[in-house]
């Protein structure tokens, strides 16, 4: 009886769990689940966001600049700037000061405008403006090792040493090093003559692949074997030159009086030809082939102008505010040689020319770059006369790549 009957009672409880119906999903708990995910994740965005503009806020003492966007800062206005950066930095100087700051997308920046600012930080505190910025694009390309992008400290002195000994070993600023860039010119010389004399005798032959075009293209490829920045500091001096004809026939008749019509260019006749010198220079000045020079970064915490610049601030120095700062230069905006020239008709250095930047980070191959622009250019200046194909004034405005380049152009280069 008493096993019968707890039979029938789980029997019962059975058959009454049976008879329930299945549990239904209940929607408001899932809205309720997905709220409070939605919650939390907005909440997560919220404080990122409040954590990159605190990052974002100028610290006490930095210097001023423009307000940017929250997260990019002042890209987008760099980017959208109808202005090349450097043109629209000296714009910025010109409101808030030789030094400001821009905000690179959370990476705090200082812009030095003007010779007076750049030597101040450059020169006086060299030390402290040596080091280099620990940017992504620089880790994964350098790791921050080598010479260039390396951090200011051992590696970098270490690896500038041997660079040094290297071109010493090499023959650099000697007599050795000369003639293999002379080598090189009259290699370059051979190749333009070689090229014209097919083009002569193809062109009657519709199918010669020999042209203008091609000649440019061959040269370029030639020039190339040297640096980026020593290749384009001659494709503007080619482009001024047919744009200034009186200016390529001075330094021709330079040429013709110190070199001859047929002698092999010297460096040793640099110092008896101040007007070339002085094109060359203004060539420098004026195009900016490097307009903001590669950036630096503070080694340790500093003052320049009253302003606080903290430890491992990126710098960027605008050496194009430099060549177009009007109280070191008249007129700036104009193409003038003879601007280098003192009364007497003699070379003059002017302070506020730094085409290879200042202080510990000059460039190392400012003496090999100077050589190789003299040298190449009274070459080709004393064999042809540059003009333009049928007057055509190519676009002047530069272009940005790895250094500040030339619009392609046209050039006829005739013997003399």
Known sequence: MGCGATGGQAGSQAAGFAAQPPAMWDPRGAEACAAALGGALLLLLFALGVRQLLKQRRPAGFPPGPSGLPFIGNIYSLAAS???PHVYMRKQSQAYGEIFSLDLGGISTVVLNGYDVVKECLVHQSEIFADRPCLPLFKKMTKMGGLLNARYGRGWVDHRRLAVNSFRYFGYGQKSFESKILEETKFFIDAVETYKD?????????????SKENLIFSVGELIIAGTETTTNVLRWAILFMALYPNIQGQVQKEIDLIMGPSGKPSWDDKCKMPYTEAVLHEVLRFCNI????????TSEDTVVRGYSIPKGTTVITNLYSVHFDEKYWRDPEIFYPERFLDSSGYFA???AFIPFSLGRRHCLGEQLARMEMFLFFTALLQRFHLHFPHELVPNLKPRLGMTLQPQAY???AERR
């Open 349 to 351: 250095k002017k302070e």
């Open 82 to 84: 109808a202005e090349l």
């Open 410 to 412: 046209l050039i006829c």
């Open 290 to 297: 490097v307009p903001l020079g590669i950036f630096h970064a």
């Open 198 to 210: 097919e083009m002569d005798q193809g062109q009657n032959d519709p199918s010669s692949t020999f």
